[in-house]
T-cell receptor, first 112, second 113 residues
């Protein structure tokens, strides 16, 4: 079946540190991959996406590359800010489907 | 443009009570979804509606019913609430094309005592 596994949290970093949140997936065919972010008390917002192998999604300084050979979609940011504190969800959409399958989420806290 | 709106924001029920969670979107999207979010489990799909007039079960449909009232509105009903349904519920919508990009509402926090 389809599944997403994310790096266990919570993750705590200092401002301006480098961020990596690992995400691996299991799926048949060619899924699309997403990162969503949830700020405190809010719903999820799309952060970035990639729809085919070797695509790089990017937004607000965050990047993730769709690696089919390692079935991964790791989220990175070169210099985090306090305002990046949130819960981050990796998700996949199976090929040809409208559904999303989510990972368990990773809580990120950035200290000034 | 409000996006996806949900009511109520918070609700406390007693076991056995019923209630309906309301969701509306103003983006003219074809598809709508209901998820529940539980600690450590991410979001799980309860039901979805690919287009007006159709509904389908997701991963965890037991204990819930849905109604796609029109293109804008998609409601979730708990007929007889149980403590296991204590969760945060999110509604989402998308254009209905693949790959899907879903837009989420702010959520409803439900506690069943």
């Amino acid at each position: 079946g389809n599944s997403v596994t994310q790096m266990e949290g919570p993750v705590t970093l200092s401002e301006e540190a480098f961020l990596t949140i690992n995400c691996t997936y299991t799926a048949t065919g060619y899924p699309s991959l997403f990162w969503y972010v949830q700020y405190p008390g809010e719903g999820l917002q799309l952060l970035l996406k990639a729809t085919k192998a070797d695509d790089k999604g990017s937004n607000k300084g965050f990047e993730a590359t769709y690696r089919k050979e390692t079935t991964s979609f790791h989220l990175e940011k070169g210099s985090v800010q306090v305002s990046d504190s949130a819960v981050y969800f990796c998700a996949l959409s199976p090929q040809g489907a409208q559904k999303l399958v989510f990972g368990q989420g990773t809580r990120l806290t950035i200290n000034p | 443009n409000a996006g996806v709106t949900q009511t109520p924001k918070f609700q406390v029920l007693k076991t056995g009570q019923s209630m309906t969670l309301q969701c509306a979107q103003d983006m003219n999207h074809n598809s709508m979804y209901w998820y529940r979010q539980d600690p450590g489990m991410g979001l799980r799909l309860i039901y979805y509606s690919a287009s007006e007039g159709t509904t389908d079960k997701g991963e965890v449909p037991n204990g819930y019913n849905v109604s796609r009232l029109n293109k804008r509105e998609f409601s979730l009903r708990l007929e007889s609430a149980a403590p296991s349904q204590t969760s945060v519920y999110f509604c989402a919508s998308s254009e209905g094309r693949t790959p899907t990009t879903q837009y989420f509402g702010p959520g409803t926090r439900l506690t069943v005592l």
